[in-house]
């Protein structure tokens, strides 16, 4: 690969560090350089694009409770919003032949209606990449971002299969197969540990079972890595395989997003065509907020979860090569529609980052459900007679749980936002509910039961520890408030911010260690 590939996207990336932007922003623009500068698409990034894009979609589905799409608001919201919003786009897009740009006077209905249905798409790349960077892909409103985003997946099979006049094969039925097998799949990751075994078993299960298999099949091998995963987000490990490709997957993305700005460069004219394409991109948040409003969600989680879908998909990119091969499109569409996509990222990004302050204004003009009405995922939350609240029942919260519980005897609430893992600590005799940790109103809820002593901040996620203290410290939350982090560099950040104690897990784990070590050997008096 050029040097000046690896040299663009990690200047790209610092830079948009710099201006307090997400790195994937860089990614975009040194792409769009690169391009300027006469750099091309090669093969070797390509792959490692389309490598990026899988695991993507097989960690995704690591995650993934397969009940998840069986809800109204995924399924019937998800295809609601496809039909409206392909109806309605095509109308806007006839519209704009007024304007006389010459791309789209030539373009007759078929060409619309193709824009209009590959304008429709959001970006699964994009949004659960937001998501993850908020730690937030676990929360009520990712789950219900990622399944809207998963159907549309499902609708882009679909058509691919539809429009290119090939079926699957008939093998691909003995794909069904795979849900009997998925017990011995599981078997096999609690065989090969952890380290690069772990990691080597995973890349085996997403590009040779997932991809590979189903590619084969005439399947879409996207969708085969997704399935794959799903099938193994059951197993207690899936969580921990998510996180030993994350650093892989990362690094494979950075591909994806200099390809996007490397597909070609734009003319005035076309540059103009696409400006006025992300026009639309409020219409399609307009109506995924009607939408997830009509299933009685919370203004908060429509916004958030409408946020995460304000852009275009990549599929956009693989519709117009499509027509273009086809002969349904000029070529053109497809130079428009990468900037186009391209250009929804950069906007999207800082919208996202700001997505608090942006929740917070459109508040005042979204409707607001009584409790009782509201989706019985999300209502508000009760404490009860909890003293002591533990944020995060990963490993270290269980284990702090605990000893609260039996050495203090405080009754302890803890609190998660992974149903899964919150109904397989209940079936263990915690008392444990699901709840958002970044989510405002959820800290509005929680800190008006007086009896709360001390709070414990667990979760994983330096961003949500430093969200919980903001919100406790904005409410005067009058107990003790203790948080771990996982770098020192976060310690007095926690601390400026009202923790009251902080501690480091690897070092407090160290120490830990060796006081145990010291005492067994008779070292301590």
Known sequence: MEIAYILAAFVGGMGAMLLRLPPLVGFLVAGFAL????????????????????????????????RTLLRGEVWAGATLHMVASSGLLILLLSLFKFTGIALL?????????????????SSTVFAVKILEER??????????????????????????????????????????????????????????????MQILYG?????????????????KGDLGALIIGMLLAPHAASHHLARSLFHLK?????????????????????????????????????????????????????????????????????????????????????????LTVAISFVLA????????????????FLPTWPSERLHPADRPIEIGDAQAVVMGMGKIGRGAYQRLQDEYGLRVLGIDNDEAKVARLRADGYEVIAGDAVDSDFWEKMITCAQVRTILLAMPSHHGNLYALEQLRHRAFPGKIAAIVEYPEEIPILRENGADVVFHVYEEAGLGLADSAAEVAGLRG
Do not use: C
């Not at 500068?37 to 389309?50: D, K, Q, R, V």
């Not at 390809?259 to 109506?287: D, N, Q």
């Not at 990004?349 to 005042?364: K, M, Q």
């Open 35 to 66: 391009n300027f500068l006469g750099y091309s698409l090669t093969p070797t990034l390509e792959t490692l694009a389309n490598l990026g894009v899988t695991l993507l979609l097989f960690t995704i589905g690591l995650k993934l409770n397969i």
């Open 105 to 121: 006077q030539e373009s007759g209905w078929r060409t619309l209606l193709l824009l209009s249905f590959a304008l429709s798409f």
């Open 135 to 196: 730690s937030e892909s676990r929360s009520f409103y990712g789950r219900l971002a990622i399944g809207v985003l998963i159907m549309q997946d499902i609708f882009a099979v679909l058509f691919l299969t539809a429009s290119t006049g090939s079926i699957p094969s008939p093998w691909a039925l003995l794909l069904f197969l795979l849900l009997p097998a998925a017990p011995l799949l599981r078997s096999l990751l609690d065989r090969v540990g952890h380290g690069e």
């Open 203 to 219: 890349i085996l299960l997403a590009l040779v079972l997932g991809y590979g298999l189903f590619d084969a099949l005439g399947v």
């Open 250 to 338: 990362e690094l494979f993305l950075v591909g994806f997003f200099l390809s996007i700005g490397l597909l070609a460069l734009p003319t005035w004219e076309l540059m103009g065509l696409s400006l006025l394409l992300l026009f639309l991109v409020p219409v399609k948040s307009i109506l995924f907020l009607l939408i997830f409003s009509g299933f009685r969600l919370r203004s908060r989680t429509s916004a958030l979860a409408t946020l995460s879908l304000s852009n275009y998909s990549e599929f956009g990119l693989i519709v117009a090569a499509l027509a273009v091969a086809q002969g349904w499109f000029a070529p053109e569409w497809l130079v428009v529609l990468s």
């Open 349 to 364: 990004s800082p919208l996202n980052s700001a997505s608090e302050a942006v929740y917070h204004w459109l508040d005042r």
